[in-house]
């Protein structure tokens, strides 16, 4: 569907919403009836139910929420039933959809000026807010004198840090540190060069703590992990202990008491005030609906519990977060990073609004478009203090999903966001990965942790040519370009960024990213990072590792840490306005790009793409080397199989495609390449797996396949390439077997000896005749 055809529906949904909302009108009150029928004279009032009776009028329906506070103690889950559907405030209303539990009956102040509250059972919420503003989890100030105790492992560089039984999990203890009562409530915080890590201490013994051994193996997975800090840069703080408690707005809840404590602030009177603890981790879980839009509404107090789970949070970067500990080298745990949970959450979607609602208190993503979403207008909305993102777009596993599976044709357009990142400090304030096609314009960014918007994935890991990282075998075998591409970043205004993590940008990218744009976005205070351990160079503009096929152009950057323009690792992109980049005081700049930045009130109607675009100068050529090619000797060359099913040819793995894999009959076989003539042979590389035809999604196979490749110059005398005979337990995504010697071949063997409990199946096999070439860093416009 083209971008102009996406924008026209967008438009038709709002005037048909709103057409039909004069005919289909409901009601809902927080003082009404679900006894009623719905009217204004008789609203219902429970949301879920409102919406529930909504949902089975064939008709489109307009529900009007009345003003008040609408609790949940569970999700709004909606579905394709749930279709055409306005979910608005009433005339004149300030409806409130709120995920925390309100917390009364303060009993206080004792000896320490603490009070003490009951909880409801099964309550166990991260964030407490008196009258709107966020408490601190008791916390230490720092973790001075905490020692890693673990051994380094001598190969603790790109590829992995696991050395299992080498590596204890302990920490030792400063001699003067409290005895904790509660010590598996507790969580140890480690920030580290752009990333941050949370995990729950299991026991102390005899001087050392030792962490949660779930978190511990996920917190290992290297590049740049927990185990290459310096053993005394190993802890930034500890967290969650009421002998913690020693500060005003410092809080702590005890499960087992079900009692909360908190030291208040200069001037508050607890039991005068609103105190509301989270409750619900999803305010609106939403799959498959289609002509549905929000409008008017206050989203509030959602909860995320996960990093208070055996996992803790170990994000890698702008908060994709290691789930599965059963990955063993960061290359193949790329294929099981989830992004953070959306507090309302969107995918399989069709034509989807967000109009002029609030979003505040919120202890994950705000708003997240998860997969496969289509024509998105996320227009003129606010959203403060988040624990999180305010908006992510997009699924980390998306990079080759079929092209009818992309969330595609989203628009984020005048909205506000201020102070993101208050508790995952990694997290930027718009995230887009693998999206194609969305507009990113007239937004007010001020205030966040890291970075201001960010764009694509993978640090070039993805795409077609294996220009970056090849030496840490990230190659994913791929012989076309990802999903992402085609987004316009205009008119920007983002200040205050970078406050907490660097090695981020205000506007930052990675990956291949053809017809991205830009475009007179303006950029203030990128502001050098508080945290200790921390990668503290940032800047206003920073395409990253793998960034290719974008226009730069007519961008001001006024106070920036370090370089306001970073290219690391990029090439084929075209930038303008070098002149507009100030490390300190600003110059001489065109006035036009700051009056023409941010949220404006004067825009107050939903914009398509294609007016959007009339608003921007002409494009710019991008250089001239940029293209998409088939790397990957192996395509189009003749391939022969053992073993093989119908209609799952050999080739079908040689062409680097999400839809097509080649079948093997019982447990073991193999493929034979013939490239044609004798060739210099750098590497191969093969994923073992199948293409489910339900998720349009690949599928790999983790562990068990006993695999070997080989290769001959004249198809009979086979010598082994690489590494060997070998058996996939560490290597579960990908297959990589790196020659730094090429090996003079015409024939290229992948024998499978066994596929263990799992069926025949290779996703790619990819050979390469090319020597790899590592991107470099460059600074100022290319």
């Known amino acids: 569907m083209n971008s102009i055809k996406a924008n026209v529906i967008i438009m038709l949904l709002l005037c048909s919403l709103s057409a039909f909302a004069q005919h289909v009108n409901f009601y809902v009150s927080p003082s009404g009836s679900n006894r009623g029928d719905g009217s204004k004279g008789n609203p219902w009032k429970s949301l879920a139910y409102a919406v529930d009776q909504a949902g089975k009028n064939k008709n489109h329906v307009s529900l009007q929420l009345e003003n008040g506070i609408?609790?949940?103690?569970?999700?709004?889950?909606?579905?394709?039933?749930?279709?055409?559907?306005?979910?608005?405030?009433?005339?004149?209303?300030?409806?409130?959809?709120?995920?925390?539990?309100?917390?009364?009956?303060?009993?206080?102040?004792?000896?320490?000026?603490?009070?003490?509250?009951?909880?409801?059972?099964g309550v166990t919420g991260r964030h407490l807010y008196i009258n709107g503003e966020r408490a601190v989890r008791a916390r230490t100030v720092d973790a001075d004198g905490w020692l890693r105790i673990a051994h380094r492992?001598?190969?603790?560089?790109?590829?992995?840090?696991?050395?299992?039984?080498?590596?204890?999990?302990?920490?030792?203890?400063?001699?003067?540190?409290?005895?904790?009562?509660?010590?598996?409530?507790v969580e140890m915080i480690n920030v580290m060069?752009?990333?941050?890590?949370?995990?729950?201490?299991?026991?102390?013994?005899?001087?050392?703590?030792?962490?949660?051994?779930?978190?511990?193996?996920?917190?290992?997975?290297?590049?740049?992990?927990?185990?290459?800090?310096?053993?005394?840069?190993?802890?930034?703080?500890?967290?969650?202990?009421?002998?913690?408690?020693?500060?005003?707005?410092?809080?702590?809840?005890?499960?087992?008491?079900?009692?909360?404590?908190?030291?208040?602030?200069?001037?508050?009177?607890?039991?005068?005030?609103?105190?509301?603890?989270?409750?619900?981790?999803?305010?609106?879980?939403?799959?498959?609906?289609?002509?549905?839009?929000?409008?008017?509404?206050?989203?509030?107090?959602?909860?995320?519990?996960?990093?208070?789970?055996?996992?803790?949070?170990?994000?890698?970067?702008?908060?994709?977060?290691?789930?599965?500990?059963?990955y063993q080298?960061?290359?193949?745990?790329?294929?099981?990073?989830?992004?953070?949970?959306?507090?309302?959450?969107?995918?399989?979607?069709?034509?989807?609004?967000?109009?002029?609602?609030?979003?505040?208190?919120?202890?994950?993503?705000?708003?997240?478009?998860?997969?496969?979403?289509?024509?998105?207008?996320?227009?003129?909305n606010v959203f403060q203090d988040i624990s999180g993102s305010a908006i992510t777009i997009g699924n980390l596993q998306d990079h080759h999903i079929v092209s009818d599976k992309v969330s595609r044709e989203i628009i984020i357009d005048n909205n506000r966001i201020q102070d993101v990142g208050q508790e995952y400090y990694d997290v930027c304030a718009i995230k887009c990965s693998f999206v194609k096609d969305a507009v990113i314009i007239n937004n007010t960014i001020d205030g966040s942790s890291a970075g201001g918007i960010s764009l694509g994935w993978g640090w070039g890991r993805y795409d077609v040519d294996n220009f970056d990282f090849w030496k840490d075998g990230s190659d994913k075998a791929y012989n076309h370009p990802t999903v992402a591409g085609g987004v316009i970043v205009a008119h920007n205004k983002i200040t205050n960024v970078t406050k907490r993590l660097g090695d981020t940008g205000a506007i930052y990218n990675l990956g291949a990213s053809p017809g991205t744009r830009w475009y007179a976005n303006y950029i203030e205070n990128v502001a050098h990072p508080e945290e200790p351990f921390c990668s503290d160079y940032s800047h206003g503009i920073y395409i990253d590792n793998g960034s290719r096929g974008i226009e730069i152009k007519d961008n001001v950057v006024i106070g920036s840490s370090h370089e306001p323009y970073l290219a690391n690792g990029s090439h084929d992109y075209n930038v303008r306005g070098a002149a507009y980049y100030f490390k300190k005081e600003a110059g001489d700049y065109p006035a036009w790009i700051k009056e023409k930045a941010g949220a404006k009130s004067e825009i107050n109607t939903i914009r398509s793409r294609e007016e959007i675009e009339e608003l921007l100068s002409e494009a710019l050529p991008v250089g001239r080397k940029f293209h998409i090619v088939e790397k990957g000797v192996a395509v189009g060359k003749k391939i022969t199989a053992i073993g093989g099913v119908a209609n799952c040819k050999a080739s079908y793995a040689t062409d680097g495609k999400t839809e097509t894999y080649w079948r093997g009959e019982g447990k073991e076989g193999e493929l034979i390449l013939d490239l044609g003539k004798v060739a210099d042979v750098y590497y191969v590389n093969a994923a073992f797996g199948y293409f489910d035809p339900e998720t349009r999604r690949?599928?790999?196979?983790?562990?068990?396949?006993?695999?070997?490749?080989?290769?001959?110059?004249?198809?009979?005398?086979?010598?082994?390439?690489?590494?060997?005979?070998?058996?996939?337990t560490l290597a579960i995504n990908q297959q990589y077997m790196p020659e730094f010697k090429p090996a003079k071949a015409r024939f290229v063997k992948l024998k499978v000896y066994s596929s263990g409990e799992n069926p025949l199946g290779v996703l790619r096999f990819k050979v390469v005749d090319q020597q790899p070439v590592y991107g470099g860093r460059e600074f100022g416009p290319q």
Not at 170 to 177: E, L, N
């Open 698 to 728: 690949e599928v790999y196979f983790k562990n068990e396949y006993d695999f070997e490749y080989f290769f001959s110059v004249d198809g009979e005398n086979w010598k082994t390439f690489g590494e060997g005979r070998k058996e996939s």
């Open 153 to 185: 492992p001598k190969n603790c560089g790109s590829v992995s840090c696991r050395d299992d039984a080498n590596t204890p999990n302990g920490f030792k203890v400063p001699k003067d540190f409290p005895s904790l009562s509660n010590v598996e409530d």
């Open 70 to 121: 609408y609790y949940l103690e569970r999700p709004l889950e909606l579905n394709n039933q749930y279709s055409n559907m306005k979910i608005m405030a009433a005339n004149g209303a300030n409806p409130i959809i709120r995920g925390g539990v309100k917390i009364s009956n303060w009993k206080g102040p004792d000896k320490d000026s603490i009070w003490t509250a009951k909880v409801p059972p």
């Open 193 to 326: 060069r752009w990333k941050m890590y949370r995990g729950k201490l299991q026991k102390i013994e005899n001087g050392i703590a030792y962490v949660d051994p779930e978190y511990w193996n996920l917190a290992k997975i290297g590049p740049f992990a927990i185990l290459n800090n310096k053993q005394d840069e190993a802890v930034s703080w500890l967290e969650n202990a009421m002998e913690f408690l020693d500060e005003e707005g410092e809080w702590y809840l005890d499960k087992r008491k079900r009692k909360i404590y908190y030291k208040p602030r200069k001037g508050e009177v607890m039991k005068n005030s609103e105190t509301v603890i989270s409750n619900v981790d999803r305010l609106i879980d939403a799959d498959g609906v289609e002509n549905i839009s929000f409008e008017g509404i206050t989203f509030e107090y959602a909860n995320w519990s996960q990093p208070s789970t055996s996992k803790g949070y170990v994000s890698i970067q702008s908060g994709a977060i290691l789930t599965d500990p059963d």
């Open 329 to 380: 080298s960061i290359e193949d745990a790329f294929e099981g990073l989830v992004d953070i949970l959306g507090n309302v959450h969107f995918k399989n979607s069709r034509n989807v609004v967000f109009k002029s609602n609030i979003f505040r208190h919120l202890g994950g993503t705000a708003l997240n478009f998860d997969t496969n979403n289509k024509n998105v207008n996320i227009f003129g």
